[in-house]
């Protein structure tokens, strides 16, 4: 598919068919995932991918033991076939930016955290996240990605150690017919709002 069609169909599914995807798609999504930048190639972002039924009933249960997506109309999400989840690891971004070549370090020749603009972790991690979203359409997959409100419980339940941090889940399926969000009333914001060519 055309890199601008995969764009422009990407869209957040909330329905899936209870169909699973053959694990060379799976694999393909995967790397994919994988094949972005980051700061300093630390490569720091890790994933969970979950693609067994008995791997899914435990991520549901420990992320949304209320079954949110039901009451808000889209109990098919829960119907997704394959759960990836990034993890931004700071721990990984301190280490590397104190190596030589960065110098990232305070005067006691430890990491120095006040050298960071943003923090660069969750930035790698979001790249993450959106290339996983895209890949899904280019498979002629449909994808959401929805915040984790409770991280400690996902970690107790797949034994994620404390410094990796969930930036949101991507459940990732064949699309089914779903409602729209009510956020999209908002509409897209003109360009010339958002675009500040020259100076702000
Ligand atoms: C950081 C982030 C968090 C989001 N969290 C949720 C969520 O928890 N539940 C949900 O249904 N959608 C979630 N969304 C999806 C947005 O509502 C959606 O991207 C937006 O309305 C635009 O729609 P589109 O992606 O279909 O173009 C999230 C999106 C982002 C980028």
Known sequence: MEFREVVRRRRMVRSFEPRPIPPQVVDRVVRTTLRGPSAGFTQGTELLVLDAPDQLARFWGAVSPDRGFDRAGWPG???????VVPFAHKAAYLA?????????????????????????????????????LLAAVDESLGALFFGIRDPAALRAAFGVPDAFDPIGAIAIGYPAPDRPSRSLRRGRRPLDEVVHRGSW
Not at 77 to 83: D, F, I, M, Q, S
Not at 109 to 125: I, K, M, N, Q, T
């Open 77 to 83: 999400v829960y119907n997704a076939p394959l759960v």
């Open 96 to 132: 590397r930016y104190a190596e030589p070549d960065k110098g990232w370090t305070g005067p006691n020749g430890l990491p120095d955290e006040r050298r960071w603009p943003v923090p660069f972790w969750y930035v790698d991690a979001a790249f993450a996240a959106m290339l996983a």
